[in-house]
């Protein structure tokens, strides 16, 4: 019986691998680091937070330029309008609204149980 061979990776493709694999983990808006999926996007936490916050109030955003800013990690903040709308062009969405509530996710319902306060019988 002959013995296995493996085939361990060497230096240069486990460098090449964990390069690809980071270079996945930038977020999709601004390219700074991102770990996971917010809203149907790879994010950074500050633009995962500023969509949340965009959405939550209903804001809405002028751009002073030519609606064509550039969105970069260091100059995601300078205009609102055109983060928001490349936030939108990225994939993020709320298709409902929800809230995180110390370990459950709470769906908010529009309608409440007509039994339970409909007169007495």
Aim: with cysteine.
């Amino acid at each position: 019986m002959l013995p296995q061979t493996f085939d361990f990776p060497t230096a240069s493709t486990a460098t090449a691998a964990s390069m690809e694999e980071d270079s996945e983990k930038v977020c999709a808006v601004c390219g700074d680091r991102a770990v996971c999926f917010h809203y149907g996007a790879r994010t950074c936490e500050g633009c995962k937070g500023f969509f949340k916050r965009t959405v939550q109030k209903a804001s809405k955003y002028a751009c002073a330029g030519n609606r064509n800013c550039p969105i970069e990690k260091r100059y995601r903040s300078r205009c609102q309008a055109c983060r928001f709308q490349k936030c939108l062009s990225v994939g993020m969405t709320t298709p409902t609204p929800v809230r995180y509530v110390r370990g459950f996710f709470v769906v908010k319902k529009k309608f409440r149980n007509m039994t339970s306060s409909g007169a007495a019988s």
